[in-house]
């Protein structure tokens, strides 16, 4: 996947990378014009779970025109990237299936997937997924 920001680590992301051990929880959060307010509980998980990396995935048709607006416009806490290849939008990528937008994938520390929900996703929800892969706020 590549990004356009100048965020940490986006110039290039490859998330077979992520499967390893030493790696924080990662929430890999999709976006489109709807899911704006989902920036939200975002923000605040962002802050409350400094450890935890949280990567937006552009996976729309062209998403490559849509990331560096996104970016602008709204200044997420978290880098945002999209996948040139659109293996993510076919669904065969790593993350599997995307059935809508937006979707909210968490890993554990090993990189395998612990919960998935599709739609909005309230700080609270978002927690327990988080939970459930062992992070904890601070």
Known sequence: MTSETNGPDVAELDVRGMRKPDKHPTIFATFDAMSQMALTPLRAIAERYPDVRIVGVAAQPSARLLVEPYEVAL???FPVTYDPEETVAEGASMLGEIEGVPTFIVLDRRGMEIARR?????EAQLAEMLAA???RPQ
Request: glycine share 18%; aromatic share 10%; charged share 10%.
């Open 75 to 77: 200044s997420p806490p």
């Open 118 to 122: 599709l739609g909005f996703t309230e």
């Open 133 to 135: 892969a062992g992070a």
